[in-house]
């Protein structure tokens, strides 16, 4: 069965330093990976979505993440944080019509 | 372009009251429809999903049931609602290849 484990529930950074959001995936085979996030009272938005092409994902709003097999991570990073980013993060795994979610990591950013 | 509605945006209902959530999607067909649910301060927790009109499969055992009438609706209903079915609900929509889930905005349920 496949499964996503994100490591941190909080993680909080000053507004010009890099984020890190951590995520392992659990599979018998290569995934297809997303990173989604969420703003208060609003639904779900891709960042950026891995399906075993390139292994450095770039997505929007300067975010990226890298595909490791040999670490099974799915790992968020962001050069700079703005005061934009604080929201809710969710690594998301998918296994034909079934998605695995995460259980969310909430980022602030410190002004 | 694929667009999804989700309505009412907020709701509060009486325990004991019936409840209607709808969904619909546009710019596609034989979509696979999702309906999640969000308590808070937690995860995403699988309500119903289906892949086609009037199939419907429920993850989760409760008072709510879920319904296609037409390929692009579909619609989350009570007859009955508890207190412990507050919550955010969120509609998706997927290709059913290894693509995405997209989003609907989300609908708010406070049960009183």
């Known amino acids: 069965a496949q499964s996503v484990t994100q490591l941190d529930s909080h993680v909080s950074v000053s507004e010009g330093t890099p984020v890190l959001l951590r995520c392992n995936y659990s599979?018998?085979?290569?995934?297809?990976l997303f990173w989604y996030v969420q703003h208060p009272n609003k639904g779900l938005q891709l960042l950026l979505k891995?399906?075993?092409?390139?292994?450095l994902v770039k997505g929007i709003n300067g975010f990226e993440a890298e595909f490791k097999k040999s670490e099974t991570s799915f790992h968020l990073t962001k050069p700079s944080a703005h005061m934009s980013d604080a929201a809710e993060y969710f690594c998301?795994?998918?296994?034909?019509?079934?998605?695995?979610f995460g259980t969310g990591t909430s980022l602030t950013v410190i002004p | 372009s694929q667009t999804i509605h989700q309505w009412p945006a907020t709701l509060v209902q009486p325990v004991g009251s019936p409840l209607s959530l709808e969904c619909t999607v546009e710019?596609?067909?034989?979509?696979?429809l999702y309906w999640y649910r969000q308590a808070a301060g937690r995860g995403l927790q699988l309500l119903f999903y289906?892949?086609?009109?009037?199939?419907i499969s429920s993850e989760v055992p409760q008072n709510l049931s879920a319904s296609r009438p037409q390929d692009r609706q579909f619609i989350l209903s009570s007859k009955k609602l508890l207190l412990s079915d507050s919550g955010f609900y969120l509609c998706?929509?997927?290709?059913?290849?290894?693509?995405?889930?997209?989003f609907g905005e989300g609908s708010r349920l406070t049960v009183l």
């Open positions: 289906s892949v086609g009109i009037g199939q």
């Open positions: 710019g596609t067909s034989n979509p696979n």
């Open positions: 998706a929509w997927h290709r059913g290849d290894a693509g995405e889930l997209f």
């Open positions: 998301v795994g998918v296994t034909g019509n079934q998605f695995y």
């Open positions: 891995y399906t075993s092409a390139a292994t």
């Open positions: 599979s018998s085979y290569s995934p297809s």
